[in-house]
């Protein structure tokens, strides 16, 4: 069974991070050794694993992948978010913690949400296409905000200090790809 990691209980490395709270990315990027990542390069830092493309009650591939089950036990774990459990891969839970935190104290609690569809861990293909690369919700790299609220194309935004603090701690949001993601933020720069 995998323990929850407390948002409430950090370890040294979130106060380290949260250390860095208000300065800016250039100064953050000066600091860390900050490697911006796509996909072809994600497995280098995430790892590879074995998945299988499943199948619907027609026969059809429907986009969803069966995960190898040895690499989801060691690297997607459980993070507490206040009694919501958040399912992410754990190179990003210092990150992940750190930008929910900076997000409750700076009065954005009622943003952090991530029912209704939202979430990290989601074992499947972008846009559930099997032709496509996996997703980053795959590895456990990407979250989607209450996507009910911020729908996929909408022009509805989250507020423009939300999406700032997520960037400064190392995500950036689909708001601006050609078909709007305004709930999704994927990890963009790792500090190691």
Known sequence: ????????????????????????????????????????????????????????????????????????????????????????????????????????????????DFSNGGGCYCNRHKSYDINKDLSFHAYGLAIDHNPKRWPLGSDKTLPAGYVKIWKKWGFFCGERWRMKDNHHFQIGRLPF
Not at 61 to 89: M, R, S, V
Not at 97 to 108: D, L, W
């Open 1 to 112: 069974m995998i323990d929850p990691i407390m948002v409430s209980h950090r370890t040294q490395e979130i106060r380290d991070l949260l250390g860095l709270l208000g300065r800016e990315a250039t100064e953050i990027d000066e600091m860390f050794h900050v490697r911006q990542f796509g996909n072809n390069d994600i497995e280098t830092h995430f790892g590879t694993f074995k998945y299988t493309n499943n199948k619907n009650e027609a026969g059809e591939y429907d986009g969803t992948i069966d995960t190898d089950n040895a690499w989801f036990q060691e690297n997607i774990k459980a993070l507490d978010i206040y009694g919501h459990i958040l399912w992410c891969n754990k190179k990003i839970i210092p990150m992940t913690a750190g930008a929910i935190a900076e997000c409750f104290t700076a009065g954005y609690k009622d943003y952090i």
